[in-house]
């Protein structure tokens, strides 16, 4: 019927956000096991990273815009190929700028740039000027639920699996994962994956 109060589309909307936060949690324990149990079957194809990219910074852009965080993009113009899994590659880079934008303060910027090493491969790089991790944290972050806790992200939900999700998926496709970061210097990760040449 027809919601009569204000406060009833409120909690209608908490219900589904609440939903979809579940499931993207079920989900991300699902892949980790498969991949764990080496049973993660991949749909590996030709992917064009532009594109995939491009579908994953759509997802994030208004996330950035209301935190007044400068969301700026630099993807090469040759349209780079690679073998992998489209749908995989989509995860990876959302988990990862979802985490940039999420830990960078207002104000804040967080980068995108794609460029390819004609012949060899194409790398990935975001970069944030959020609160960064600790270097005695790194390992921990890398671990499945190895969350770090701080007064500056008391007020973001996550669940310690974006990381090593992102992680395990990018050298399942043959690519190479690189994160450095420094407590109050922001974070960098850096894929890299082999140029698919035909």
Do not use: C, W
């Amino acid at each position: 019927g027809k919601l009569e109060y204000q406060r009833y589309l409120e909690y209608v909307n908490d219900i589904i956000a609440a939903g979809d936060h579940l499931l993207a949690l079920i989900n991300d324990i699902l892949d980790l096991s498969k991949i764990e149990a080496g049973e993660m079957e991949l749909v590996v194809r030709e992917v064009d990273l532009n594109r995939a990219s491009e579908a994953a910074l759509r997802l994030v852009r208004e996330r950035a815009l209301k935190k007044d965080i400068d969301l700026k993009v630099r993807l090469g113009d040759d349209d780079p190929t690679v073998m992998g899994d489209e749908k995989a590659i989509r995860q990876i880079l959302l988990n990862l700028l979802t985490n940039a934008v999420k830990f960078t303060s207002p104000g804040g910027t967080v980068s995108y740039s794609s460029t390819v090493v004609p012949g060899l491969s194409v790398d990935i790089t975001i970069t944030d000027t959020g609160i960064g991790i600790a270097a005695d944290d790194l390992v921990k972050v890398m671990q499945p639920f190895g969350q770090v806790f701080s007064a500056d992200i008391r007020n973001e939900e996550g669940t310690g699996l974006g990381l090593p999700l992102s992680k395990k998926l990018t050298e399942l496709q043959g690519a190479t994962f690189d994160l450095k970061s420094e407590a109050g210097s922001g974070t960098t990760v850096r894929l890299t994956f082999p140029l698919h040449v035909p």
